[in-house]
């Protein structure tokens, strides 16, 4: 059974920082991509970040123009772990954010429907 386990969520003020984690068990963590998505009350779920294993030993990353330069994605596959350092967080930030696994391709990377699994997600909070 596929879990996903999201962690580090919270309460920050503007111009803070928080780092999320995601852990992953009964799937081969390598060979999937991993994205985090946030959802903010009465809006879409949106692509935040994501990483694909490309041919060989490289990752091609994928961030949203909202977080780009803030927020950095990384993965741990000897741990089954991919983190999230989110930093100059801004109350747009405020959402719940969920980790996901599927097997997008390049172009689908930022697509809901191209990941299968999904975590139960955990709360950020910014105030201002």
């Known amino acids: 059974q596929v879990q996903l386990v999201e962690s580090g969520g919270g309460l920050v003020q503007a111009g803070g920082s928080l780092r999320l984690s995601c852990a992953a068990s009964g799937l081969t963590f390598s060979s999937y991509t991993i994205g985090w998505f946030r959802q903010a009350p009465g809006k879409e779920r949106e692509v935040v970040a994501a990483l694909r294993r490309r041919a060989g030993s490289t990752y091609y990353t994928y961030y949203s123009d909202s977080v780009k330069g803030r927020f950095t994605i990384s993965r741990d596959n000897a741990r089954n772990t991919v983190y999230l350092p989110m930093d100059s967080l801004t109350p747009d930030d405020t959402a719940v954010y969920y980790c996901?696994?599927?097997?997008?391709?390049?172009?689908?990377?930022?697509?809901?429907?191209?990941?299968?699994?999904w975590g139960q997600g955990t709360q950020v909070t910014v105030s201002s």
């Open positions: 996901a696994a599927g097997r997008p391709t390049t172009s689908s990377i930022m697509l809901r429907g191209s990941y299968a699994y």
